[in-house]
């Protein structure tokens, strides 16, 4: 048959299925075949569920589950064969917490420990189940850091996390700002109390026995105290426009209501209404801003006359001038910084045009407005005019539309990152200006009719998936790190963040038991296929007229027209069954596949990797010193040559000395996560001690026994006075 009118060919460019024995993907429940070895989440040790603490005095505000255990694991001195079962039975009580959460229970971290206490004690020595010791229970317990509460990831996570670490940072201004008060307060107050000691009034009998206790009334005649120490007062009053002007910035600063706590006269904390910062929309937030503004300006007002005359720095010939006029003209960062910021969580925004706009006079407003959009449908249904997929409508390009605004901080990503880039978040919150969180949730949009490709995938998995596969990729863009692109801009966060698309070991048996080994890609399109709504946009192909044909859609997309002639396009999937099926894709995904590259390379070139003007920069000087020296003949077997002879270059220090063989480290992040201050990455994203004095022999041991290439050797103890030292250097002899 003629490749060109082959059914291959006429769904590819056409989308209609005309004989073969194709079939639709959403009657057989077929996924992509990356995403076939994960099934019940709860089996897997990763970034959720969540545990969100207070956060207050430098303390962190998230933790994962995972985290949590982990460190918790890391302060037990148990060793041997007690510290193995404290190891295995903390482990089982987070998987449970997991299955818990899984199922809807909610709670925080100490409530739902002990519902998992419970759960496995029910199960103890029960179906072949070991039985579990009390005791341990009770050690394990009394580990566990502070109490926070434990969220597993739903559509209403990018909220939940960005609203709790918002709270966390205005917790933290607030008692800065209260310490500040409190301050100004006392030594105003202190000021008018030495004035009325220089008063006449405060030698009449009534304020010298006010001065005395109860106890010591009766030894004195207060009014022959104050015959007598009348006679000696000098006048010494502050002048009365001076004294006016202090209370007036007392009652000022008593009376601002932008946090909750304020001391009143009494020295004692009261409790005040405060405002609502937190917002649904743009037009409220800003219209409450403007409403508020003249409190803010008379609060930095009366706190500015305050320290003046704290300091007796107050010129009336200089200020009052200065003062009359003061509006919010000369507010300035500071100053805005210290009060609250305002928070707005946006939902699919884009869907409104004046919610649209409303957002981008808030980015470019330059006020301390943080605002989260999150996005429930980054793939939009087929544009009627063009016949494309929308791609990227709702999310990317909001993102890319607010860098043209260079004072904003802007985080794209999705809620699946959250966790991983928790550090970043709180940067953008506690940034001076605007901030912008465009975070993809993980949802879709509902199909036209009843489909089942990729079947009761958790909403985190969607969401992963939507970055590794570059239709939601990860970029920070911070205005506060640098002045130029390459500290301002990072991509760092997406995997392979050099490639167009991810790839990644794939390994399946059939049913013949017949091996099947490849690396594969996982691009747009597999993200697609994942979406109920484009399953008509695919067409499984019986494994008998599997072809020459049939290229990878990663490949295909790489063709020129010439190239692409007589190809049809596919992606790997699997079915309920575990059955193998190539998928051919339709024409226009392909096209919005190929867009979504191009976007994903205009990304990474900002934030530096691929830099095309890097590249011609190097060609131009390649081709330069090879006019003046000749050309480079090294072949890649003497390069390849020259890089063994480095590493062979690599001389272990004494056996005492602990260290690292850098250069074979394989990136597997055991030795960090035990201790992110001693071992550290280089360039090379290889592991090297760092600082001895950041951790204890006993991490070391850990991680030397944890190291899968056995590249660790812990030597000997630095600190003498470390507890179990004998048995950690037993231990330490296999590895040195």
Request: aromatic share 8%.
């Amino acid at each position: 048959m003629n490749e060109i009118h082959s059914p291959l060919s006429t769904f590819h460019f056409t989308g209609q299925i005309s004989g073969g024995d194709l079939f639709e993907i959403g009657r057989r429940g077929l996924q992509p075949a990356l995403l076939s070895g994960y099934g019940d989440l709860s089996k897997l040790r990763y970034d959720f569920p969540l545990v969100l603490f207070k956060g207050s005095n430098g303390t962190p505000w998230v933790h994962s589950l995972c985290d949590v255990v982990t460190e918790m694991l890391s302060e037990f001195t148990s060793t041997g064969t007690e510290g193995e079962r404290l190891r295995k039975v903390a482990l089982r009580l987070e998987e449970q917490i997991r299955v818990l959460v899984k199922d809807g229970n909610k709670g925080s971290l100490n409530e739902l420990w002990q519902l998992a206490e419970s759960n496995l004690l029910s199960q103890s020595g029960g179906n072949g189940a070991p039985k579990l010791d009390e005791k341990i229970l009770e050690t394990i317990r009394d580990a566990l850091p502070e109490n926070g509460e434990v969220i597993d990831y739903d559509e209403d996570t990018p909220e939940k996390v960005l609203s709790h670490a918002w709270n966390a940072v205005q917790e933290e201004k607030a008692r800065k700002f209260s310490r500040r008060l409190d301050e100004l307060t006392l030594k105003l107050m202190n000021i008018l109390k030495g004035d009325s000691m220089k008063s006449a009034t405060a030698f009449n009998p009534e304020a010298l026995k006010s001065t005395v206790g109860s106890s010591y009334e009766s030894a004195f005649d207060f009014n022959s105290m104050s015959d007598i120490l009348g006679t000696a007062f000098v006048p010494g009053a502050l002048p009365e426009k001076r004294w006016r002007r202090i209370q007036s910035v007392l009652s000022t600063l008593n009376a601002q209501k932008f946090f909750p706590s304020v001391n009143g006269n009494n020295g004692k904390k009261r409790r005040k209404k405060t405002q609502t910062y937190i917002f649904d929309h743009c037009a409220p937030a800003m219209e409450a801003f403007r409403l508020r503004l003249p409190k803010m300006v008379s609060l930095v007002k009366a706190m500015t006359i305050a320290q003046l005359e704290i300091e007796s720095r107050y010129k009336e010939a200089t200020h009052d001038p200065f003062f009359r006029n003061y509006d919010e003209r000369y507010l300035e960062a500071d100053d805005l910084a210290m009060l609250p910021a305002y928070l707005i969580c946006l939902r699919n925004c884009t869907d409104a045009k004046e919610e649209k706009a409303d957002l981008m006079e808030v980015l470019s407003s330059g006020l301390p407005i943080k605002v989260l959009a999150q996005n429930d449908d980054i793939v939009e249904q087929l544009s009627i005019a063009s016949g494309q997929l929308s791609f990227g409508v709702r999310g990317s390009q909001l993102a890319s539309m607010a860098l043209g605004l260079s004072d904003v901080f802007i985080l794209q990503a999705s809620g699946a990152d959250l966790y991983r880039m928790h550090q970043k978040v709180l940067k953008g919150l506690t940034h001076r200006g605007p901030a912008l969180f465009s975070i993809y949730s993980g949802q879709s949009g509902k199909p036209s009719r009843a489909a089942k490709n990729t079947p009761q995938k958790p909403l985190y998995l969607r969401a992963a998936a939507a970055t590794d596969s570059r239709a939601c990729p990860a970029f920070v863009y911070d205005p506060g790190a640098g002045y130029d692109w390459e500290s301002r801009f990072q991509v760092e966060g997406n995997p392979q963040p050099e490639m167009d698309w991810p790839v990644h070991d794939f390994v399946y048996e059939d049913k013949d038991l017949q091996k099947f080994s490849d690396t594969i890609a996982f691009t747009f399109v597999d993200f697609a296929a994942m979406d109920e709504r484009y399953s008509k946009r695919f067409a499984g192909v019986p494994k008998s007229q599997w072809n020459d044909q049939m290229v990878p859609a990663s490949a295909f997309m790489e063709f020129d027209d010439t190239e692409a002639a007589g190809k049809v396009p596919y992606i790997l999937m699997v079915d309920e069954n575990n059955d193998l099926h190539r998928v051919i894709v339709e024409a226009r995904l392909i096209q919005a596949a190929r867009r979504c590259c191009r976007m994903w390379r205009s990304l990474r070139e900002l934030g530096g990797v691929d830099n095309s003007y890097a590249r011609k920069a190097l060609a131009a000087e390649r081709e330069n010193r090879e006019a003046q020296t000749g050309p480079d003949t090294a072949t890649s077997d003497e390069i390849e040559t020259d890089v063994e002879s480095v590493s062979e270059e690599f001389t272990p220090p004494s056996s005492d000395e602990p260290y690292i063989e850098t250069p074979r480290c394989t990136t597997c992040e055991e030795c960090v996560e035990i201790n992110k201050n001693m071992f550290l990455y280089d360039d090379n994203k290889q592991a090297y001690i760092a600082d001895l004095n950041a951790g204890t022999y006993k991490q070391l041991v850990l991680a030397a026994e944890s190291c899968q290439v056995a590249i660790i050797h812990p030597g000997q103890p630095v600190n003498p006075d470390e507890p179990n030292l004998k048995e950690l250097m037993t231990r330490a002899e296999a590895f040195n």
